[in-house]
């Protein structure tokens, strides 16, 4: 599933696109994707202009004019594309094979941008785990209404963390991926940071904090590394992992800089370290670290 660096990507992508944007119309391919398209979808989004395309962990919100917001989520499969008109081909440097059948093209968003120029956006999702939503207030929404913190800017700080960690004895690997607590962070990213910070994803969370509930310095330097490879991740546009691509078409390169996630038996890359990386599965999920320097 696409994490927050890579919905930050798409964001990015689509805003020069969407924003300020009339929606000339919208073709609905099937009434639903892994939930039922809103009532009267196309009738609702037909005549606005789009304000504001922004993000809340990993969902992007497409505000407008008048008229509710539209929620939408990636999913496992899903992306969006830019296609300009005339001009079947996306731009992009990195290409990779994706899928281009008609019938997994969803949802089509038909744009006229305010100096004229025509475009369309592109919904494909071959396997249907992505889904929109339209809510008049969308972070009061029950999808996103009890979202944790954003692991980005300053707000995500050792004190923070150990208010969030404190008394939890769930594996630290669990605890950063409850949404609740921290907010779109997922496999890859934790895996990373907790390389980056040294920690192992085995201990309890409440370890990292003292018993008085303030930071201890793994505390701070996980914050420290969370922030920073989340930062790092958006800078380069992302991971491509499987089927995901940016808004057009191009292949994120992040994953070029994994220091452990998927690289099972490789020698640990940290200086000094002799250790190499090792999968384990925690909640069903592929947990990759280094057991000689992550404590």
């Known amino acids: 599933m696409p994490e927050l660096p890579e919905v930050e990507t798409v964001r990015r992508g689509l805003a020069p696109a969407m924003e300020g944007a009339m929606v000339d119309a919208v073709d609905a391919k099937r009434p639903d994707l892994r939930f039922p398209l809103p009532l009267d979808f196309t009738k609702q989004l037909a005549g606005r202009t789009v304000t504001q395309l922004g993000r809340r962990?990993?969902?992007?919100?497409?505000?407008?004019?008048?008229?509710?917001?539209l929620i939408c989520h990636l999913g496992m499969s899903g992306s969006f594309r830019v296609e300009a008109d005339g001009d079947q081909q996306t731009?992009?440097?990195?290409?990779?094979?994706?899928?281009?059948?008609?019938?997994?093209d969803h949802v089509i968003f038909h744009l006229t941008s305010a100096d004229g120029a025509r475009s369309r956006i592109v919904y494909n999702d071959p396997r249907r785990f992505g889904f929109m939503l339209m809510?008049?207030?969308?972070l009061e929404h029950p999808m996103l209404a009890e979202l944790g913190i954003e692991p980005v800017g300053n707000s995500l700080n050792g004190p923070a963390l150990a208010s969030l960690l404190k008394g939890k004895k769930t594996p630290l690997k669990a605890a950063l991926l409850d949404q609740t607590l921290i907010a779109g962070l997922g496999n890859i990213y934790v895996s990373e940071a907790l390389w980056r910070a040294g920690l192992s994803p085995r201990r309890s969370?409440?370890?990292?904090?003292?018993?008085?509930?303030?930071?201890?310095?793994?505390?701070?330097?996980?914050?420290?590394?969370?922030r920073a490879v989340i930062a790092d991740a958006i800078l380069a546009g992302g991971s491509s992992l499987r089927d995901y691509v940016h808004a057009d078409g191009s292949l994120g390169y992040f994953q070029h800089s994994f220091a452990v996630y998927d690289r099972e038996g490789e020698a640990c890359p940290k200086p000094g370290c002799a250790g190499h990386v090792k999968r384990i599965v925690q909640s069903g999920r592929s947990t990759f670290y280094c057991p000689a320097c992550q404590r």
């Open 57 to 69: 962990a990993k969902y992007l919100i497409i505000d407008f004019d008048q008229g509710p917001s």
């Open 135 to 138: 809510a008049d207030r969308p």
């Open 91 to 104: 731009p992009g440097s990195f290409h990779h094979e994706r899928s281009k059948a008609a019938a997994h």
């Open 205 to 226: 969370a409440g370890s990292i904090v003292h018993a008085g509930g303030t930071a201890t310095h793994r505390a701070e330097a996980l914050a420290a590394a969370i």
